[in-house]
């Protein structure tokens, strides 16, 4: 029999944490660097700038999600970016994933967010199969854009 149980990660989890989250970065194709990843979620947590919901069977960290809050001007209430999404590849099938989600929901419900958005990429197979399992549904009606802060892509000022 498995115990499994999900619940909030702080900075004392931080070296359980951080392989996890490594794996998730090369997993959308980034090098490894447990340095850097240590130090950006050390900074996160102090900051009090995201939550983070780990998933653990027979008290070993199997998945985690990362929540940053975030508002809706035009609805007048806070609701939760997922940034980040991940599993051990092993435990995958499992509904660990779903489970994670579900959880986010339920949080976001009983603080009255507004809701719970996310992005992964249209060759995230899982991904996109797993959330609009568990009611998220695909936005038609915006246009998403983003800057990408690189020199290359600084506007020329002639222009």
Same mark, same amino acid.
């Given at each position: 029999?498995?115990?499994?149980? +999900? ?8 070296? +359980? ?5 490594? !794996? ?5 194709? *980034? ?19 995201? #939550?983070?919901?780990?998933?653990? +069977? ?10 940053? =809050? ?16 991940? #599993? ?6 499992? /509904?660990?994933?779903? !489970?994670?989600?579900?959880?986010? /929901?339920? +949080? ?15 060759? $995230?197979?899982?991904?996109?199969? #797993?959330? =609009? !399992?568990?009611?998220?549904? *695909? ?13 290359? $892509?600084? =506007?020329?000022?002639?222009?």
């Amino acid at each position: 029999m498995h115990s499994t149980f +999900i619940r909030i990660l702080g900075l004392p989890d931080i070296k +359980i944490l951080i392989p996890l989250f490594d !794996a998730y970065r090369q997993f959308y194709r *980034q090098p490894s660097d447990k340095v850097a990843a240590e130090k950006f979620i050390r900074e996160r947590l102090s900051r009090n700038e995201a #939550v983070i919901y780990g998933y653990f +069977i027979n008290d070993q960290l199997v998945g985690f999600t990362l929540l940053y =809050p975030l508002f809706s001007s035009v609805r007048m209430k806070p609701f939760y970016l997922l940034n980040d999404l991940f #599993v051990l590849p092993e435990f995958r099938n499992k /509904q660990v994933g779903s !489970a994670l989600l579900r959880h986010c /929901q339920s +949080i976001a419900r009983s603080k009255n967010h507004a809701g719970i958005m996310l992005e992964t990429e249209r060759t $995230n197979e899982i991904g996109n199969h #797993v959330y =609009p !399992a568990v009611g998220f549904h *695909q936005i038609d009606t915006s246009n998403f854009y983003f800057w990408d802060n690189k020199p290359e $892509n600084t =506007p020329d000022p002639k222009q």
